[in-house]
């Protein structure tokens, strides 16, 4: 059989987890140094409350030990293993699966385990998760999945606003060291993923409801096929993640839009009032 891992920054709900035997590496995070507990249900609005008053979030990454005892029985039980992560290029975690994969790989030669770069975050890596195991239940091979999910990967626009740059430049995830001028004017910077999962400026406007449409119309610009999945984020922000949806209807999107809150991984990155976009056109979104 071939198992698929995410991590918990995919942003997948508990139900889309279950209904697709998806299994999840843990990422954990503190508030004002106290550990979150896994066992109680993520509250947003007292999490996204405590960042808006100042509180000190931090996270971790899975251990390479966590890591080795999630893939290793698996591996003995004759199983193939297909992980997709979160982008390498705002976490360590790829660089760590990716050695716990070199020592797995040299105890089990007969077995499959692969490390892949979803080079993104929230549903921008989870949707790579959720048509890989579409395919494991077609009975598709672990290469014929892992090509799929790389094509993917290289079609994925990720495009988001944030309230406020202080929280991304805080924990060093924003590529090139952007400025934004005019904070107190109300100007939203829209961000993107690059190629390389870096989180990189793309744009900027004045007022949420600007950044929102603005959001819709670089939808409108790039999509190609108004039938495939496209997926919202939003931190806090219910509202303004039905307001995108419904111009993205008006846009030609036929097809599903899944909309979640952020996780705390990258929620905790990105701060409270975040509202982000995934969807698949020709090719990923680059530096103007």
């Not at 979640?260 to 090719?283: C, M, N, Q, R, W």
Request: some cysteine; aromatic content about 6%; overall charge negative.
């Amino acid at each position: 059989m071939i198992q698929i891992f995410t991590d918990l920054a995919a942003n997948l709900p508990p139900r889309v987890v279950e209904q697709h035997n998806i299994r999840l590496l843990h990422l954990t995070y503190t508030v004002d140094g106290v550990e979150s507990d896994p066992g109680k249900p993520f509250d947003a609005i007292e999490f996204y409350g405590a960042m808006r008053r100042g509180a000190d979030v931090k996270t971790s990454m899975p251990s390479p030990g966590d890591a080795r005892d999630a893939f290793e029985p698996l591996l003995q039980q004759g199983d193939d293993v297909i992980c997709i992560c979160l982008s390498g290029g705002i976490s360590g975690t790829y660089g760590m699966l990716c050695m716990v994969q070199e020592e797995l790989a040299a105890e089990y030669s007969d077995r499959q385990l692969r490390i892949i770069d979803a080079k993104g975050a929230s549903l921008g890596e989870g949707q790579h998760a959720i048509e890989a195991a579409e395919l494991r239940d077609q009975g598709k091979t672990v290469d014929e999945i892992c090509d799929h999910v790389y094509r993917q990967i290289d079609r994925m626009n990720q495009y988001f606003v944030v309230d406020h740059l202080k929280y991304i430049r805080k924990t060093g995830r924003l590529w090139g060291g952007a400025a934004l001028a005019g904070q107190l004017l109300q100007i939203k910077p829209i961000l993107f993923g690059d190629h390389e999962g870096h989180i990189v400026m793309r744009d900027k406007v004045r007022g949420k409801k600007r950044a929102v449409e603005r959001l819709a119309e670089l939808y409108a610009q790039k999509h190609t096929d108004g039938a495939e999945p496209v997926g919202i984020a939003q931190a806090d922000c219910p509202a303004d993640a039905l307001h995108l949806q419904h111009l993205l209807r008006q846009a030609g999107q036929t097809g599903p839009i899944h909309i979640v809150g952020y996780e705390p991984i990258t929620g905790s990155h990105v701060g409270p009032g975040t509202l982000a976009l995934f969807f698949y056109a020709d090719e990923r979104s680059k530096v103007l």
